[in-house]
């Protein structure tokens, strides 16, 4: 059987610093803060596999995406994973963004930087002439923000 997928119900991005890129989500990027919580016990741990899982979450959401950032609290042992976007099992969330330049110098002081440079779509499938950009944090966490031409 197909179409066993009915929607999206959220993105999940791991953070090293909660309240940090709570800032930056709701400042810069415009995001509502829906709520806040830690989470630990048999859910998590039934559901990720991992023995003693507990971390503070936020929901945000912005014209029907949600966003879920964690921050894991336990167990201590966990790595950080930063990733190329050539590497297989990376992946990046992607926003339309009015002005790409002044998302650019309001995620600087954040942390976010530019990955590569600036791109102009030139030939199809995707819109000619958007303008497009990838920007990472410290953790790794790669966000590509797009501008439609006008």
Same mark, same amino acid.
């Given at each position: 059987?197909?179409?066993?997928?009915?929607?999206?119900?959220?993105?999940?991005?791991?953070?090293?610093?909660?309240?940090?890129?709570?800032?930056?989500?709701?400042?810069? @990027?415009?995001?509502?803060?829906?709520?806040?919580?830690?989470?630990?016990?048999?859910?998590?741990?039934?559901?990720?596999?991992?023995?003693?899982?507990?971390?503070?979450?936020?929901?945000?959401?912005?014209?029907?995406?949600?966003?879920?950032?964690?921050?894991? @609290?336990?167990?201590?042992?966990?790595?950080?994973?930063?990733?190329?976007?050539?590497?297989?099992?990376?992946?990046?969330?992607?926003?339309?963004?009015?002005?790409?330049?002044? @998302?650019?110098?309001?995620?600087?002081?954040?942390?976010?930087?530019?990955?590569?440079?600036?791109?102009?779509?030139?030939?199809?499938?995707?819109?000619?002439?958007?303008?497009?950009?990838?920007?990472?944090?410290?953790?790794?966490?790669?966000?590509?923000?797009?501008?439609?031409?006008?």
């Amino acid at each position: 059987m197909s179409g066993h997928v009915l929607g999206t119900v959220h993105t999940a991005i791991a953070v090293s610093d909660l309240t940090h890129e709570l800032g930056y989500w709701q400042q810069v @990027l415009g995001f509502t803060l829906l709520g806040t919580t830690e989470v630990g016990g048999p859910l998590p741990e039934q559901e990720t596999g991992v023995s003693g899982l507990r971390s503070r979450l936020a929901m945000l959401a912005l014209h029907g995406q949600t966003v879920e950032l964690y921050q894991p @609290l336990a167990p201590g042992s966990r790595a950080s994973y930063r990733p190329s976007p050539a590497d297989i099992g990376s992946w990046h969330l992607a926003f339309r963004v009015a002005d790409l330049d002044a @998302l650019i110098r309001d995620s600087a002081p954040w942390g976010w930087q530019v990955r590569g440079q600036v791109a102009v779509v030139t030939e199809g499938p995707g819109p000619v002439g958007a303008r497009l950009a990838y920007l990472h944090n410290t953790d790794g966490t790669i966000l590509e923000f797009i501008q439609l031409p006008r």
